[in-house]
């Protein structure tokens, strides 16, 4: 599709920045210790910091990225908002008050408290350091995904953009604007996010034949020569006498269109070439009109055959998302319940989009969009995606996998270092508790939305298929302009929130636990803040490098690396330190190490990464199923356990239990 | 060993309580998905329903630790004797 900056996108995206900019300036003027940059002086009130837990968690991934997979995929995106949510309950009933009773400004304060080992420090900072990084790629990939089509910039001006600004975040204030942003964010994330609701439901459906460009889709069918390459000719007379295609040729299948599901059919004098879909079903054999989108080894590219344009009007791929037959034959269902919204969306059809990537031997690409009319009734059921498989499988180690994603979403959330420093900024464990239960309130009411924002683009009439990120910004889009301007600056400050409490999460843990602890360099406060800060920036830098690198990967695929790696590292050690009192020195350090390693190898070496990142045959993969975490978070688990067992009485005796302070 | 045992005992049963509804949840997803094409109230099906529930559950389940726990937050605030009292009580003991 071609996107067109907005003025009053631009303008508003510039007041967001401006008004953030300006209220880190003014709250930073405070921050001058330590512990003001690091934790706020443990002085933001319980509400504050609950609703900042919102906006530190639907980060990117969540807001774009479940919107987008529900909009393509239907249920499968809610599943995700599901395990993310439960994660919190892991943080509110088994890690807040320890964490905040037994730390000072990082996780590795908590897991360090009974030992003061400088070992247990470094593997812990390490760890800190190596999820906030992964973690940081998706929200930067998300930031540059974000620009390029709604301020007209290329992705890489985008990731600088955003990584600029957060590093002034950062570098200004600390822990306490980075705070009031996130507070501002989270509550303005939810409150829009309200208002789209409202009015998807005020909307209602509307039976279709295309998007909102006014382009039908058209089908033919069902067809009685059902064989396009043994009976072209009959088939061609068919197109003709029937369904009005008049002259209409089959161009012969040669090359990549071998055996595909394709069909080439050239019509009228100028004989321009439609792609259709042969869609074999029950009901009989229809060809679906596709759009196709060609990249031509010179870097042209052509849309349904046309070289694509750059103002609106041209060529240009046709938004998509339409309901194609609603309950009793009816044309507009008008404003709907909650719950009517979904019982009418199960008694319908909607056209989903699916699509193939033919490369051809000139090293040109055609990517086929089809179309994928889809029962109401499979949409608000799991297992369309690719990842959720394993649901309709027969085969064991696809439900393995389906588990294994479910408990790294579970255990995920409360070994986030972002969200457990938010623990640090709050003034007692009461406080921390408080705090927790206001984010899973503000929380789950968004993740209840989700649902009825993903179906809502779903059927908006605006989704561009080539790009599932956009599917909540182009929803508001559908509702009008202003709309879509302050979702889309929202989505900005989304990426801005999270990446500037993942940069300081980093930062402190580099200057306190690795620098300060680890290799025990003496410094004052002042001292410590200043590195910092440039840690900040350090950090800030290696995270736009990697965002432009990694620009092509999947925003949600990056943020499951990142649950699986902190789950499978930061858990064992810190359920386990609270909770056996036999847990030794040596038993952390291996819980962590072995976690953190064994949770990457067996990323690097599974089926997703294999065809998605190298490039290669997913069948050569070395793991049996692509996710971690039903192995490695029982692995980190266990080694705690033997390590610990094995190294009773060596070493010192652990320290009486005690807060960091003393 | 954490200083209000209380706190953590309520805190380890919710929690467990919350693991089963959604280890169920997941495992009926993994094994047994035709229950979940089932039509509950108000012509909704239940993989809506049971999602919809997950949430509305932690939410409440949260609320109910808070109120729990809510004398513990003025005991704190006051520099409590009874948490003290707790440590020394508890001892070694795992």
Not at chain 1, 190 to 216: K, M, N, P, Q, Y
Not at chain 1, 309 to 324: A, D, M, N, Q, R
Not at chain 1, 361 to 369: I, R
């Amino acid at each position: 599709m071609i996107y067109e900056a907005s003025p009053i996108a631009v303008g508003c995206f510039f007041v967001f920045v401006g008004l953030t900019l300006g209220l880190s300036f003014f709250l930073g003027r405070k921050a001058k210790s330590s512990a003001g940059y690091f934790a706020a002086h443990g002085q933001i009130p319980w509400f504050v910091n609950g609703v900042a837990f919102a906006g530190d968690y639907l980060s990117a991934a969540s807001f774009l990225g479940i919107c987008g997979m529900i909009a393509f995929y239907g249920y499968d995106g809610f599943l995700y908002s599901i395990g993310y949510l439960a994660g919190w309950i892991v943080a509110l009933f088994v890690v807040a008050e320890p964490m905040k009773r037994l730390g000072k400004f990082t996780f590795a304060d908590a897991l360090d408290a009974r030992f003061g080992s400088k070992g247990i420090k470094l593997v812990a900072g390490i760890s800190t350091l190596a999820v906030s990084i992964f973690y940081l790629i998706p929200q930067m990939v998300g930031a540059g995904v974000l620009v390029q089509p709604l301020l007209g910039f290329p992705h890489w001006v985008g990731v600088m953009l955003v990584g600029a600004t957060v590093i002034l975040i950062v570098v200004l204030a600390g822990m306490v604007s980075t705070t009031w942003v996130q507070f501002l964010k989270g509550s303005l994330l939810v409150v829009f996010s309200t208002i789209l609701t409202v009015l998807i439901l005020v909307r209602g459906f509307t039976a279709e034949e295309g998007g909102a460009d006014g382009h039908a889709f058209r089908t033919l069918g069902p067809l009685t020569n059902t064989e396009p390459v043994r009976q072209a000719e009959a088939l061609e007379k068919e197109l003709a006498s029937t369904w009005g295609l008049q002259g209409a040729t089959i161009t012969p299948a040669e090359g990549a269109w071998v055996d595909q599901p394709f069909v080439r059919i050239a019509t009228g004098t100028d004989k321009g070439t439609t792609v259709w879909h042969l869609d074999k079903g029950e009901a009989g054999v229809f060809l679906r009109e596709t759009q196709t989108l060609k990249k031509t080894a010179d870097g042209q590219v052509l849309v349904n055959g046309m070289p694509k344009g750059t103002k609106k009007g041209e060529p240009e791929l046709h938004p998509v998302g339409h309901v194609s037959r609603l309950p009793d034959g009816k044309d507009k269902t008008g404003s709907l319940g909650p719950l009517e919204f979904f019982s009418t969306l199960e008694e319908s059809e909607v056209v989903l989009w699916g699509n193939k990537k033919l490369v051809h031997e000139d090293g040109s690409t055609t990517t086929v969009y089809f179309q994928k009319p889809t029962a109401g009734s499979r949409i608000l059921q799991p297992g369309m995606h690719p990842r959720f498989q394993g649901i309709h499988s027969d085969k064991t180690l696809d439900k393995i996998d389906l588990l294994s994603l479910m408990l790294a979403l579970f255990c995920g959330t409360a070994s986030l270092p972002h969200i457990l420093i938010r623990y640090y900024t709050v003034k007692d464990e009461a406080s921390a508790r408080k705090s927790t239960i206001v984010g899973i309130a503000t929380i789950g009411f968004f993740y209840v939305l989700t649902l009825y924002l993903g179906l809502g683009a779903m059927t908006s009439g605006t989704l561009d298929v080539t790009n599932s990120n956009m599917s909540a910004p182009l929803l508001a889009f559908s509702i009008g302009e202003w709309l879509f301007a302050a979702i889309s600056a929202i989505a900005f400050t989304t990426v801005l929130g999270t990446v500037s409490g993942l940069i300081l999460a980093s930062s402190g843990a580099v200057t306190h636990d690795l620098m300060a602890n680890a290799m025990g360099m003496e410094m004052t406060d002042a001292q410590q803040v200043r590195v910092a800060k440039i840690a900040s920036v350090v950090v800030g830098l290696v995270a736009i490098v990697l965002g432009v690198l990694f620009q092509e990967l999947n925003v949600s695929y990056l943020v499951g690396w990142a649950f699986s790696v902190a789950a499978s590292a930061n858990l064992p050690s810190l359920v386990m330190c609270l909770f056996w009192s036999r847990t030794t020195r040596q038993g952390v350090i291996a819980a962590v190490v072995v976690g953190m390693t064994s949770s990457l190898a067996w990323i690097l070496l599974s089926a997703d990464t294999f065809s998605k990142v190298y490039g290669l045959d997913a069948d050569q993969a070395l793991v049996p199923f692509s996710q971690p975490g039903i192995v490695t978070i029982p692995l980190g688990f266990l080694t705690l356990v033997a390590v610990s067992l094995a190294t009773q009485g060596t070493g010192p005796a652990p320290v009486a239990e005690s807060p960091a302070e003393a | 060993m954490p200083t209000n045992r209380s706190n953590q005992r309520i805190g380890l049963v919710l929690f467990t309580l919350y693991l089963l509804l959604y280890g169920g949840f997941v495992l009926l997803m993994a094994f047994d998905a035709e229950q979940l094409q089932v039509t509950g109230p108000g012509q909704v099906n239940m993989a809506v329903w049971s999602g919809f529930s997950l949430i509305v559950v932690a939410l409440v389940l949260s609320l109910v630790y808070g109120w729990v726990c809510r004398s513990d937050g003025h005991a704190e605030a006051a520099g409590s004797t009874q948490a003290h009292d707790d440590a020394v009580s508890q001892g070694d003991g795992a």
